[in-house]
């Protein structure tokens, strides 16, 4: 059963979830099938469609009405749960002067524009001004949120992607990884021994990939008659409503797994909505699910199923078949070779063990740049130097470094984080799950629904509920405790690594 | 350079665009990639969508202004026919009585439903009463077009397919096919050789067919930043926008030639988009194009170009190497059975030649419904008997007879001879093209731009500015004459068959 709600509100709700229908569908179909021609237009005509949902969704006569409606509800129900976090976000919209928000818009534009081109011509200069103007103008904005006191600028940006999150509770997150990794991964690369991981870099059709993409998606149990598999560029998951999740993926020739570790990915986020409970739908319960909540369960997938030796010990025999190139390189040498570890410098091309350090040089950075301390002359330097000092790499230029990724370029400042914490997530989850089901022995047999169903009944029908912290407590039986993961990552790679 | 409006009129029709761009993205994706279980919520989503842009369409206040603007356009620009053609679209909404819509619709609605029902359950008894009521109901509501004189019903039906068409026009043509047609086909199954086509209803596989398509894509210039392929249960073209074409297949194992016309017939349809003068774009010049000529240049594709010799000589040396089973076919052997007629049932399996009598059919009926004169008791056994004698084939079930269309249960009187005149409109500017230019060398060199070109130039260019009917006349330099398109089939059968 949906929730209940008074008719003019339930209608306000289906009209937006109509207009953001049509958004998620053109967004989806513009970064899988439309031809590149036509995508001008499409956006132009997006930027009008956007701009009638805005007029509908803050509409003022229809905010007072909900403000009233508001203090009829409940107190602690569902209902009165997602018309107060509507009321937050749209007094957010509401709060902000018309130039504030024009100047901050600008300003993003200007810099997603000079960081295409700074990146391409590798000139962090170029971007500098328009980077340091988008912080102050996002800065600004985000003062006028409803959750700012004066003094927590900082927490309101975590809290926008990560509801509840704060400083206070990402520093000792990542005080823990920066104390247990960063000595860990030095200690790894001085006595670790090699894996020769050359195989996966060898050239394979893509007709081929496509084909044993398929046998993955069948072992995956996923629905086809609720999920749909696109390519793109650069793979997401589009959320559609309760019965229609977009994933996408990209094959390359020569990176084989890519593509698998990729769609197990996004396949983790689409049966995160998949199994959410279906009365939430079209409400802020499901909307606001946080980015960590989210990486949790495509990193759970990605990692704790997708990297596991049950996982291709299930489907070696498939994967010999359709590619012989495999029988001579054997089960156990496979899954050491989807598991290498090597630090360097692009986040994106980063394996399990390595990436939170990326997302810690973020962090330690970001904190700076939102309470205004940031140097940004310096930025390029303090970032090399960052990397060096946790990861033993430092970039020689700064498209391989400060410049790589979109974020901040898109004004999204406390964004990063959530990457690192939705791992940690993942990994106390999967602690728990592995007392209570043989994970291994369902992979192995093939039986994928037992641990979907766990998900399911312990993580996915909050939906956005409950934050994924309270989730992870009531499911654990103990409050988040990054040790989970820093322990179950050092475990991992001492045993691959052959550290004693 | 676009048409040129006030900023107000500018702006409406840009909202107008924006939403149909919505919905046609929606449909498209429907019909192509949307997992299947979201489609509910997605029709829901969609109604609403529609319901905002009627309101927005309709706005009196709106109405009011475009009239007033409209009497301020020059008699004759471009302009004012733009606004004179919408404003007849509007009025016709206008003057329609709520109650009148409302009882179109549902009775709209019954009929599709159980004329489903009624084709599986092979049983017209059921379908019939919401037949007669859906026709009571068309013909009301078409009452209230601004163009309905009191007298020309049919006349109004037509017009709304393909604008400047009516009955009396439809006859003549009829009478000609009829005619000429009937006995031709008789005489061809009396003195006719027969052709073995069985090579095509072997079954190839899927994957084959999809790489061979590449080629044909390839070959027919297909630009693919302007034109995507899908795969569909029902091959159709989406106009998204100019540069945005979305076209559709379905590959059937056992019918290996079925996707590539199919392809080739949407890919006509396409081009006209592509080829429309982008300055009438958003406009209802570009939309009002009628439905007998796009299929005229639909079928130009398919008919002209993809079952001439020419064309499959460019492309045998790439069918044999991907279809090696083809090389003890021989070209002309292949072509030949390209083009085999054989008098059948079923309108969308029926080939070139017979497919004209399934339209004079339905065009016969349709008339006597139109005009209140239809016994519907005995509407199957009239629908038999002129099957038994136009085509010498005589259906021994409704769901191969008159229950086999969509088109009546959807309301669509006037369309079905769309489909003839559309091939007659293509015979007479083939015949033209042909004197101009060496179309049978271009084909077989490789140059279909050449043909595209002279499309363009000639035809696509006018978008509706004129009607298919002038753009004919104009090309040929004679009215429009359907000699030639049933001088064009008899020839080319003739030959085909070896009648004397």
């Given at each position: 059963m949906r929730l209940q709600f008074e008719p003019f509100y339930e209608e306000y709700l289906k009209k937006l979830a109509a207009y953001n229908l049509a958004s998620a569908t053109m967004y989806t179909d513009q970064w899988t099938v439309a031809p590149s021609a036509g995508i001008p237009h499409a956006n132009e005509m997006m930027a009008i469609l956007a701009q009638e949902l805005f007029q509908i969704e803050n509409d003022p006569a229809m905010i007072e009405k909900i403000e009233a409606y508001h203090k009829t509800l409940p107190e602690g129900s569902l209902e009165q749960k997602e018309v107060k976090m509507r009321l937050d976000d749209l007094g957010h919209t509401r709060n902000v002067p018309a130039d504030v928000y024009r100047d901050f818009v600008k300003a993003r534009n200007d810099a997603g524009y000079y960081w295409h081109q700074a990146k391409e011509k590798n000139d962090y200069a170029l971007f500098k001004p328009y980077l340091v103007d988008l912080m102050n103008k996002s800065i600004e904005y985000m003062k006028?949120?409803?959750?700012?006191?004066?003094?927590?600028l900082y927490d309101v940006f975590l809290d926008a992607y990560e509801?509840?999150?704060?400083e206070e509770k990402y520093d000792a997150f990542f005080d823990v990884v920066k104390t247990e990794l960063v000595p860990f991964i030095a200690k790894l690369r001085a006595e670790g021994r090699t894996i020769d991981d050359s195989m996966l870099s060898k050239s394979f059709d893509i007709e081929r990939q496509e084909r044993f993409m398929d046998t993955i998606m069948r072992y995956l149990r996923v629905d086809p008659t609720r999920v749909s598999l696109g390519t793109t560029e650069h793979p997401f998951t589009n959320f559609l409503s309760h019965n229609d999740m977009r994933i996408t993926t990209h094959y390359y020739p020569d990176r084989f797994l890519s593509a698998i570790l990729s769609t197990v990915h996004e396949y983790g986020h689409a049966l995160y909505g998949l199994q959410m409970?279906?009365?939430?739908?079209?409400t802020k319960l499901n909307e606001n699910v946080g980015s960590a909540a989210h990486e949790s369960q495509s990193r759970f997938l990605e990692n704790?199923?997708?990297?596991s030796k049950a996982f291709w010990q299930a489907n070696y025999d498939e994967l010999v078949k359709q590619f012989p190139e495999f029988e001579a390189v054997g089960l156990d040498a496979l899954v050491d070779m989807i598991n290498v570890s090597e630090p360097g410098l692009i986040r994106t091309e980063a394996d399990e063990l390595t990436y939170p350090l990326h997302i810690l040089i973020r962090y330690e950075l970001e904190k700076d740049m939102a309470e205004g301390k940031m140097d940004y002359d310096q930025l390029p330097t303090l970032w090399a130097d960052k990397y060096e000092q946790y990861l033993g790499v430092r970039p020689q230029t700064d498209s391989e470094g400060v410049l790589q990724d979109v974020h901040w370029s898109d004004g999204y400042l406390g964004y990063f984080p959530t990457y690192a914490l939705g791992s940690a997530y993942a990994a106390q989850l999967y602690h728990t799950m592995a007392k209570q089901i043989d994970v291994d022995k369902a992979l192995r047999e093939g039986r994928m629904e037992e641990i979907t169903n766990w998900l399911k009944d312990n993580?996915?029908?909050?939906a956005g509920s409950k934050t994924m912290a309270e989730i992870v407590e009531i499911v654990?039986?103990?409050?988040?405790?990054p040790h989970y993961y820093v322990d179950y990552l050092k475990d991992k790679y001492s045993k691959l690594y052959g550290l004693k």
């Open positions: 006028y949120s409803p959750k700012y006191t004066g003094d927590n509801p509840g999150m704060n409970d279906e009365m939430f739908e079209g704790h199923i997708g990297r993580v996915h029908h909050y654990s039986g103990e409050p988040f405790d």
